[in-house]
């Protein structure tokens, strides 16, 4: 079940993977480690290393913890899902130029595998390693936060692309887009989580935080004026038979 994203990343004998093999599978994990992720540096890697150690587990579960996977060490073949999507995110965005540039071959479906419809979304294969990996560089290039299920993620992607893309969202950053700017690798997130991918989302939302406060602070101070505006010239309303403020 894992093959095509094994054989992406260039794992040796991707066919042959067995996830239950206890052995195979703590190989898999510092392999992953030592060529794809590299989270750690290499002489951190010890723990991950020694496999026949008996506190080999609590080095996964720490491991998995500081990646910020959502899974536990348990829910073994979610992890191994988990970690090959994470890989491949971020081979993708170390050869990000290469793929561009590339021009991948698409395996068609035979028409006798396909629906006739008069709608092309009617047609797609949402599980297709080509379709996944278009989720994957959408959300690398939108910055959203990694999820095990592709859909999840391209449910993500699709409010997203709603909230900045609509009518109203655009004639906002239009206006918005007269002020001050600031670069978001110029932004100070103020800690570190370890995760370049967690981070960048953390600073988004940092700013949208910000600029929601400061879009407050500035109806609290219209208010203000307001109220102090009517307060300092009450009017006398004669047709109300009452003082107006």
């Known amino acids: 079940m894992f093959r095509r994203k094994l054989s992406a990343l260039g794992y040796q004998q991707p066919s042959s993977f067995n996830a239950e093999d206890e052995k195979e599978f703590r190989n898999f994990i510092i392999w992953m480690e030592d060529q794809k992720i590299r989270h750690y540096k290499i002489e951190d890697r010890a723990a991950l290393r020694n496999i026949k ?19 536990q060490q348990s829910e073994r073949s979610s992890v191994i899902e988990w970690l090959l999507g994470y890989a491949i995110r971020l081979e993708y965005g170390d050869h990000v130029e290469e793929y561009k540039a590339a021009d991948p071959s698409k395996v068609a479906m035979s028409q006798s595998d396909r629906v006739p419809s008069a709608n092309p979304i009617d047609n797609l294969d949402f599980n297709d390693a080509d379709f996944k990996a278009g989720i994957t560089s959408l959300s690398m290039i939108l910055q959203i936060p990694p999820h ?13 692309v709603r909230d900045r893309l609509s009518q109203e969202a655009l004639k906002k950053f239009s206006a918005d887009s007269q002020g001050e700017q600031l670069p978001l690798d110029q932004t100070d997130l103020g800690f570190d989580t370890g995760d370049y991918i967690i981070n960048e989302a953390a600073k988004i939302l940092r700013l949208i935080h910000i600029k929601n406060l400061r879009d407050l602070q500035t109806r609290i101070n219209a208010a203000i004026v307001g109220v102090q505006a009517l307060i300092a010239n009450p009017k006398t309303d004669s047709r109300l038979g009452k003082v107006g403020f």
């Open 148 to 160: 095990a299920d592709h859909l999840e993620q391209l449910k993500a992607i699709c409010m997203v």
């Open 53 to 71: 150690s008996s506190d080999w587990s609590k080095a996964h579960e720490n491991y998995l913890k500081e990646l910020n996977c959502p899974y």
